[in-house]
């Protein structure tokens, strides 16, 4: 059984900074080393979105241009944690979070690539 857990969601005034965090347990994330993990996100009325992943090894990164610049994935796979740093947020990045885990992946964008998908983390900016 694979369960992926974000956290880290909140409320937060444009421009500030959240750090989400997403923990993985289970089989498949007893090598997170062959793990690649994505975050995405979904908006009310909007379909889900990629916003970022990160290779197995971390030596990738993939960012949606328009996360570029104030997004920031990383992972730590000795605690089988992968993390988004938002900074400089906007009211438009007002969504659900959710990490999603790509066994044997590169760190995709597209949403069919993730086989495994925690349960979201609430994150709304105030303008």
């Known amino acids: 059984q694979v369960q992926l857990v974000e956290s880290g969601g909140g409320l937060v005034q444009a421009g500030g900074s959240l750090r989400l965090s997403c923990v993985g347990s289970?089989?498949?994330?007893?090598?997170?080393?062959?793990?690649?993990m994505g975050w995405f996100r979904q908006a009310p009325g909007k379909e889900r979105e990629f916003v970022a992943a990160?290779?197995?090894?971390?030596?990738?990164?993939n960012y949606a241009d328009s996360v570029k610049g104030r997004f920031t994935i990383s992972r730590d796979n000795a605690r089988k944690a992968v993390y988004l740093q938002m900074n400089s947020l906007k009211p438009e990045d007002t969504a659900v979070y959710y990490c999603?885990?790509?066994?044997?992946?590169?760190?995709?964008?597209?949403?069919?690539?993730?086989?495994?998908w925690g349960q979201g983390t609430q994150v709304t900016v105030s303008s």
């Open positions: 289970g089989r498949t994330f007893a090598n997170p080393g062959s793990v690649a």
């Open positions: 990160i290779s197995w090894s971390g030596g990738t990164t």
């Open positions: 999603a885990a790509d066994p044997g992946g590169m760190g995709s964008q597209y949403i069919y690539d993730y086989d495994y």
